[in-house]
């Protein structure tokens, strides 16, 4: 027999029970046979309509029911069953009560079956499953039954979602309930704002279990909401977002919206609603499903939102939501409570502060004060005791005529004038004046004295303000007499006092500046100082104006050039100092000027007498070396005659003859730049690229015992500079280290960049060092600690001249015994191309070549004009060479040149003056001046300014090609004329 034969004879058995329980009860009254058969009859027929009923009863049951085998596998279930699972009842058959379960509550499946053996019938709830998957809670009650020593389970099983669900919002409800009664107590007992806040967010999470709470205030000016206290599983999250009000994507979410639009906004599902998509991701990471924010009004005006959120979706309905809102008007009305509170406070104890204040003020200030009513005081100051000398008895209900002798300094009298000035001042017109008054004994006393009329408990006072200023009369009368004792020492000093604002006008001066400068007071007043100078000097002053500044450390001894009315030069010593005013901030410069040109005269003789001396002390040593020099010249010379047919020889004596030649150049190089004869040529340069020029000539001139080591700096260092002069600089200092080290040593040169304004290279060496005693006149002219013929102290005088000259400066520091480093520091250069690093002399070149451009070489030695003009030929030019001035400008007019090559100094008519001559008949010529040395000042500044090229006698071959193709090719700014 299977288990539905079973259930199917469990259901006939019932019936036969009732039925045989019917007939016995008949039999035992005595009925008969033919009864009793009847009456059988019409009992099974009974019981067959009474199981057909029970099926429908059960299958129109609310509540699924099962029947079971006693291992809990499903044999029968109602239509509920199928509506409510999912299943049909085939699917349902074969089921097993663990199967019907959800995963997670199938492992108590074995012990409610046991229970159900044990008590013969449990009621228990759990967790069942649907077919679709999804799950719902259940109330299951189990019952067992035995057929025919069978064994069966029924079971009643109960669907208690909606249960749950109302089970939930009960106690959802009730916590609120507590929660707004909890925050209610509060806001009775609370008085600081910051604390009810975070209370009342501290209630909400831990009465109202919501995930986290927040309150947050509306700023106008940033629009912003700015949270003023949270609690509960934020973790940053207030700190990582950020939630506008106004109209814009990040106003439109919760709290925003509620307080832009006064309204409580509830999102139940943060996964899917689109006002949330700004925040989506970071409140998903801390479990935010559902939230509420609710506004917070104070008069009418929304201030802030109070809000709330919740680990599951759906978590707020209409009821909680109308809760919500209430709790917020709480909340809001406590704020506005407590913000009217501070308000009060702060005004009562703004007027406590005011009258003590005004009380404070009132007796501590220096000046006395009296209150006037009808003609006599009626109140005063601490003060007033003082400056009057008397006691308060004295002053009140007195008249002010008590106080004030019988007539005033000017003459008038004390009474009506008085009375004049008082009545002004009740009509409304207040009075400040000067008084004479008088103490308790009738001793004067001069005062400033104010009065004006005052409104108290809507009677009229007048207040009168008394400043006794006796002090003040005596030390304006101190200042007129120093001011005048100043003005006197300026009037008759020898020296020129001057004045000038920010801008460099002149603002005063005394008589004897006007006499020095040779102009009237009335224009120099007002006079820039660049009208009574030159650009050069005007630059100087500028700078010296603009340290004194920066500094605030005046300047002394400095040398300017003037211009006086008349048009004369004269040399000033002066001193800078800054001028301020009262307040301390700079208004323009002061000093004194005196006049020492002709001490600079003398200076200056003093300077070329000395140096008259030294060209006695330098003549043998230049003797010596020219000699030399000569002989090595003479040598290579026979060398070549002998060797004329050996062109390798040819050309090896011919560099090295280069080599002596630029020898001699940089001894007559030493010489102009201690005269100051040669022009400087600043160009583009690599710092770099001038040491490892200067350290090739230098490794041919150190002694063998002497270690060179050069350290370059990896990155470009760019400089404006003379090559020459800069190459100088680094032999000189080099020479004289390495002088320093009889012994040997080692001298190390090294380049590096300082900062972003300057550059530097320095020359260290391991020798004796230089005594404290004479470090600062180490620069001198002619100052030498070598013995004679060993030495003219020139090479630390000339190297300091072109580095200051460059706007640079070198820095020594030494130690006795352990050496010496001179650091010369140069400004850094602009952007523009950086000149290629020179080549040793006579090393060959590529020379630019001409293309039939013309040159017109003026020059009156033969043998160097014959020479240059076979060398410009030799490089493409077509050349026309003229042995003076005359014979140049007899040149026919019809044939232009391209370029003039003129030597400097000419018999008869000049090489400047050819120029302007030649430049008038031909504009577009090009000027390039030759010579030795440059000696006219006006020549050497249109070199410097570029109006005209130079060549520094002696010059090579690529020096000249170099320089015709400069002069030929265009300037990139603007062609200059010449």
């Given amino acids: 027999m299977d288990r539905n034969e079973a259930l199917a004879e469990y259901r006939r058995w019932l019936v036969r029970t009732f039925a045989d329980l019917a007939l016995a009860l008949l039999g035992a009254g005595g009925l008969g046979y033919g009864v009793w058969y009847r009456n059988r009859l019409r009992l099974r027929e009974a019981a067959t309509a009474n199981e057909r009923r029970l099926a429908e009863l059960v299958n129109e049951a609310n509540n699924a029911v099962f029947v079971t085998s006693a291992d809990g596998t499903v044999l029968q279930a109602n239509r509920r069953a199928e509506e409510l699972y999912g299943y049909s009842a085939e699917e349902l058959r074969g089921l097993t009560v663990a199967d019907m379960r959800a995963p997670e509550a199938r492992d108590g499946a074995e012990a409610t079956l046991q229970q159900v053996t044990d008590r013969d019938g449990v009621t228990v709830e759990t967790v069942h499953r649907r077919r679709d998957g999804s799950t719902f809670p259940v109330e299951v009650s189990v019952r067992q039954a035995e057929v025919r020593g069978e064994r069966f389970l029924l079971g009643i099983v109960r669907d208690i979602t909606l249960q749950r669900a109302a089970e939930a919002r009960i106690r959802r409800l009730n916590r609120l309930l507590r929660t707004i009664s909890e925050i209610n107590q509060l806001i009775v007992r609370e008085r600081d704002r910051d604390h009810l806040v975070h209370e009342a967010c501290r209630i909400l999470v831990e009465h109202g279990e919501f995930r986290m709470a927040w309150i947050g205030f509306a700023d106008e000016a940033s629009g912003t909401v700015v949270p003023a206290a949270s609690v509960g599983f934020a973790d940053g999250y207030l700190d990582s977002i950020t939630i506008r009000f106004d109209d814009t994507p990040l106003g439109h979410g919760p709290t925003g919206t509620a307080i832009r639009e006064g309204r409580t906004v509830v999102v139940n599902d943060w996964e899917t609603d689109k006002r949330v998509a700004p925040w989506r991701e970071a409140a998903t990471r801390r479990h935010y499903s559902s939230s509420a924010a609710c506004p917070l009004s104070v008069g009418g005006k929304v201030i802030g939102a109070l809000s709330v959120y919740m680990d599951e979706t759906a978590a707020f309905d209409a009821e909680e939501t109308v809760l919500l809102g209430e709790l917020a008007g709480d909340v809001a009305f406590a704020l506005a409570a407590l913000a009217v509170e501070a308000e009060r406070a702060v005004a009562v104890m703004a007027l406590r502060d005011s009258e003590a204040r005004y009380r404070t003020l009132f007796d501590s200030t220096d000046d006395a004060i009296l209150v006037l009513k009808d003609g006599q005081f009626v109140d005063c100051n601490v003060r007033t005791l003082e400056v009057f000398e008397c006691s308060r008895e004295q002053i009140i209900d007195h008249s002010p005529s008590e106080f004030s002798p019988d007539v005033q300094r000017d003459g008038s009298l004390s009474a009506p004038s008085a009375q004049a000035r008082i009545q002004a001042a009740l009509a409304g017109e207040a009075q400040s004046f000067d008084w004479l008054h008088c103490h308790q004994d009738r001793s004067p006393f001069d005062a400033e004295v104010s009065l004006k009329a005052i409104e108290l408990n809507g009677k009229m006072f007048l207040q009168a303000i008394v400043r006794d200023i006796t002090e003040r009369k005596r030390a304006e009368e101190a200042v007129r007499e120093s001011e005048e004792r100043y003005r006197t020492i300026l009037q008759t000093i020898p020296e020129g006092y ?197 350290t090739r000539i230098l490794r041919r001139l150190v002694r063998a015992n002497i270690v060179l080591e050069v350290e370059l700096a990896p990155e470009a260092l760019p400089i404006e500079a003379d090559h020459g002069q800069l190459e100088q600089v680094l032999m000189n200092l080099a020479v004289n280290a390495a002088d320093a080290m009889p012994e040997g040593g080692t001298l190390t040169i090294r380049s590096g960049a300082l900062d972003g304004e300057r550059v530097s290279v320095t020359i260290e060496d391991t020798g004796t060092g230089i005594p404290e005693v004479i470090r600062e006149r180490i620069f001198e002219p002619f100052f030498t600690t070598k013995g004679a013929g060993k030495g003219t102290g020139l090479g630390l005088s000339v190297a300091h001249g072109i580095v200051t000259r460059h706007g640079g400066t070198i820095d020594v520091e030494s130690k006795v015994g352990r050496g010496t480093t001179f650091r010369v520091i140069l400004p850094r250069g602009g952007s523009g191309d950086i000149a290629g690093a020179r080549r040793p002399p006579g090393e060959a070149a590529e020379f630019p070549e001409g293309h039939g451009e013309w040159i017109l070489v003026v020059e009156d030695e033969d043998a160097a004009r014959e020479a240059l003009r076979d060398i410009l030929r030799t490089l493409g030019y077509e050349v026309i060479a003229a042995a003076s001035g005359e014979e140049a400008g007899a040149l026919p007019a019809e044939q232009p040149f391209d370029v003039l090559l003129t030597d400097l100094m000419l018999p008869g008519i000049s090489g400047p003056q050819l120029a302007v001559g030649l430049q008038a008949r031909w504009p577009s010529l090009r000027v390039i001046l030759m010579s030795g040395y440059t000696e006219d000042e006006a020549v050497r500044r249109g070199i410097n300014e570029g109006n005209v090229r130079f060549l520094q006698k002696p010059f090579g071959m690529a020096a000249l090609a170099h320089e015709i193709r400069a002069a030929l090719t265009p300037d990139p700014v603007g062609e200059k004329p010449g």
């Fill in 498 to 694: 001057y004045e000038v604002d920010i801008r460099g006008a002149l603002t005063f001066c005394n008589d004897s500046l006007t006499a020095l400068l040779g102009y009237p007071r009335a224009e120099l007043i007002g006079l820039s100082n660049r009208a009574v100078m030159d650009e050069a000097t005007a630059a100087r002053v500028y700078e010296t104006f603009n340290r004194v500044y920066r500094t605030g450390e005046p300047a002394r001894a400095l040398d300017w050039e003037l211009i006086r009315k008349d048009g004369t030069r004269i040399v000033v010593e002066t001193s800078v100092s800054l001028l301020r005013d009262e307040e301390n901030r700079p208004v323009g410069f002061r000093g004194l000027l005196r006049d020492v040109s002709e001490r600079t005269k003398v200076e200056e003789q003093l300077r070329q007498a000395q140096k008259m001396e030294a060209i006695g002390s330098l003549a043998g040593g230049v003797a010596h070396d020219f000699n030399n020099l000569l002989q090595v010249l003479l040598s290579q010379a026979e060398l070549l005659r002998i060797h004329a047919d050996d062109p390798e020889q040819v050309k090896a004596l011919g560099l090295e003859l280069g080599q002596q030649i630029s020898h001699g150049a940089s001894l007559t190089r030493q010489l102009l730049l201690f005269s100051r004869r040669e022009t400087a040529r600043p160009e583009p340069l690599d710092l770099n690229d001038a040491v490892t020029s200067a």
